[in-house]
């Protein structure tokens, strides 16, 4: 294919909170297209939730409007600055009795236009590895106007989404950086005369992970990556996954290039993911079926997002694979949208897709170890109107100190139990959004739980198995506002599920609000806070609450979880980190859109009589996406990974040049913006 590179088609429609481009590179237009969840199950519609409101929800006092600028923080926003970030009483005095290395006075919004990253006073920010950057021994420096595939596979990659920072040593100062890289944006990483098939094979070894050395003189101080590190890595679409768990093997994951069906040649579209308590990592393949051509007929396609409208990317073109309207590959769509685990201390191991946890549009995975020893990961479905997941291992943490031990956990996430969340109301007139919750068990001790489905067809097609699976109460699981990270706090062991929005919630045909989605036309989202029943990991009840209605907090139906001080606005909440303390950081994707803003990261106390405030800690550039979050408050360190800065240019076009600010692409200097994982750090 010699053919110069046409722009990537754009579907022409976005929906409320995202670009076009966002809308269709990440999720293949997901919010244009028809639902994929068509089941009935029941929602709790209607409940008065038109009367939700910060002031009638709470039943107290109002929100405090703020009247921020659209502008960063200059003198006709001090004083609503002053009021946000001070002590709540509008004193601009850093939060009182804090041991946190990142005591902060908070940022104002900043105007979604502004291209640049916004930290608070007192901190500075340094980029530590961007696209492009050469990790590998013999990787050539980054050059777009001549990239080629071998080159971006020894270079980290594009748009880095999840991210960790995993501290080695006891002083503090070697780590490794994981990281997902979760799609491509051509328009804007070459020149349009670059040739078709190569810009697609460059795309494929784009995507992946990549893990990285950092290395620093000393704690507190700025990370650096080291190129070539012994550990360096970069996994892309074509290293090899070996398929482990109960669908191993079978035919519904057999294509004529592995008649096995226990052989992936890559990953794709990672989003988010988790730090296992055993070391390694894991990454949630999310929307898998915009790169496939289809036909899009049968249920399970439709259920997935398979359709003829995807695969705009062209990849069928290059490699045949991607064309799953043949009987040799039809099953390939079945081969992704797992949860893939990769152990970063063994650069040689072969990573691992586990079909034990199910198949869907896996935003990621988080795992904390139960009190009985079981290993328990809980997995938001990234769709409108889907579900949230947890996986309880069947064999039991070994906790030993030494290399056996560890050998054996790396086993823990092939066996286990799947199940589903159902999350019931108990009314508003208790003034709250709360109620009691059960998970739905779609397999349990290696047998279906679900009528009409074998074991494989269960973890194939989870979201169908889901569609079918019926509680103690003879209701289904409960259709969510985009469930995206559902992460336990590791100091309360809380578990909060974040619902990034649903422009969707309450249209016509479509499920209407109920108590744990209780806004139609849902442009802001909203954070679930689960209690397990005794705080156990394993069992299958619990309570849950709203802790975050987001918005701009002068309009009705916020909550800021009975904060009745000055917040800031926070709209689009998608990644999730817990500090020391075990308050929340949140970052968002969508402000741009929703609220004019650009995405930013926030701290949410989550204790105290401060519960539910929000403060801004930093901004990203124009038009990104705020990824990771990684949080060392004791270190006095904020990382996060800036995807998509600029992503509605062209490359004649940029709208963004963040990091580097080079204004005009020559001689290997590229004008663009190139995604970036950052160390906001203290130095005041
Ligand atoms: Fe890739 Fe659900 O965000
Ligand atoms: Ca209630
Ligand atoms: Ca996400």
């Given amino acids: 294919m010699n053919s110069e590179r046409p722009m990537l088609p754009m579907a022409g429609i976005t929906h409320a909170n995202r670009s076009a481009v966002t809308c269709h590179l990440r999720c293949g237009d997901a ?49 609503a600055l002053d009021a946000q970030r001070g002590d709540g009483k509008g004193s601009g005095k850093k939060r009182p ?42 990787a050539p420096v980054f050059d777009p106007e001549h990239q080629t595939p071998a080159a971006q596979a020894m270079q980290f990659g594009y748009n880095n989404d999840y991210t960790d920072i995993i501290v080695t040593d006891k002083k503090g100062t070697q780590a490794l950086l994981v990281c997902n890289h979760e799609y491509t944006n051509e328009n804007i990483m070459f020149p349009p005369t670059m040739d078709k098939a190569e810009a697609i094979k460059v795309a494929w070894a784009a995507h992946g992970l990549s893990i990285v050395e950092l290395t620093r003189p000393r704690a507190g101080e700025r990370w650096s990556y080291r190129r070539a590190g012994r550990l360096n890595r970069r996994i892309t679409l074509d290293t090899p996954f070996v398929v482990d768990g109960p669908a191993a093997g079978s035919t519904l994951l057999c294509t004529k290039e592995d008649p ?29 079926n ?27 073109e290059v490699d045949p694979r991607w064309d799953a309207r043949t009987a040799e590959f039809k099953n390939e769509p079945n081969r992704f949208g797992w949860i893939v685990e990769v152990d970063p201390m063994d650069p040689r191991s072969t990573p691992v897709k586990h079909t034990a946890m199910g198949r869907f549009k896996h935003e990621g995975a988080n795992i904390v170890i139960a009190d009985d020893g079981h290993a328990v990961a809980y997995m938001g479905d990234d769709e409108k109107f889907d579900y949230v997941y947890k996986f309880v291992s069947k064999r039991r943490y070994d906790s030993r100190p030494g290399e056996a031990a560890r050998k054996r956990n790396l086993h823990l996430l092939s066996e286990g139990d799947l199940y589903v969340a159902q999350f019931t109301g108990d009314g508003l007139e208790d003034g709250v959004s709360d109620g009691s919750g059960e998970w739905i068990p779609l ?49 309360t062991g809380r578990i909060y599920v974040v619902c990034t929005n649903n422009s969707d919630r309450g249209k016509e045909g479509k499920a209407g609000p109920d108590e744990a989605n209780p ?47 000055p917040v800031a606005p926070i709209s689009c909440p998608d990644n999730v980190a817990f500090d020391s303390r075990g308050d929340m950081w949140l970052a968002t994707d969508g402000m741009p859109s929703s609220l004019k803003y650009d995405d930013g990261l926030f701290h949410v106390e989550l204790s105290g009589p401060d519960r539910g405030r929000v403060t801004q800690f930093l901004a990203v550039p124009t038009e990104a996406e705020t990824c990771g979050p990684v949080v060392h408050d004791r270190d006095g360190s904020v990382f996060v990974a800036v995807q998509h800065p600029g992503e509605d240019g062209t490359w004649a076009d940029q709208h963004s ?27 005041g």
């Fill in 31 to 79: 919010c244009s297209q028809t639902i994929p969840n068509t089941s009935d199950n029941e929602t709790f519609a209607s409940i008065a939730t038109a009367a939700l409101s910060r002031r009638s929800v709470l039943g107290a006092a109002g929100a405090l409007a703020l009247a921020f600028g659209a502008t960063t923080a200059g003198a006709d926003d001090a004083a």
């Fill in 97 to 138: 009795g804090r041991v946190s290395g990142l005591d902060f006075m908070g940022i104002a919004p900043v105007a979604a236009t502004v291209d640049r990253l916004t930290v608070p006073g007192g901190f500075e920010y340094h980029p530590i590895i961007r696209w492009g950057d050469p990790i590998l021994k013999g």
């Fill in 260 to 288: 096995t069906g226990r052989l992936v040649r890559g990953t794709m579209n990672n989003c988010s993911g988790g730090t296992t308590p055993w070391g390694t990592v894991v990454s949630g393949e999310e929307n898998f």
């Fill in 290 to 316: 915009q790169y496939f051509k289809a036909e899009g007929t049968s249920k399970e396609e439709k259920r997935y997002g398979l359709a003829p409208t995807q695969d705009t990317r062209g990849w069928a």
């Fill in 443 to 491: 397999t349990k001790d290696g047998r279906s739980m679900v009528k009409g489905f074998t074991l494989e067809q269960v973890l194939v097609y989870t979201r169908l198995a889901a569609d079918a699976a019926v509680g103690s109460n003879g209701k289904g699981p409960t259709k969510m506002d985009r469930p995206e990270d559902v992460q336990p706090n590791t100091i």
């Fill in 519 to 565: 806004r139609a036309l849902n442009k802001d989202g909203h954070v679930v806070e689960i209690t397990e029943v005794g705080g156990h990991h394993t069992g299958t009840k619990f309570s849950w609450n709203l802790v975050l209605v987001c918005g701009d907090p002068k309009t009705a139906g916020t909550y800021f979880g009975g904060y009745q001080g």
């Fill in 657 to 683: 040049h963040f990091p580097d600010y080079v204004k005009q692409s020559m001689g290997g200097r590229f004008a663009g913006p190139r995604p970036t994982i950052v160390q906001v750090r203290r130095i």
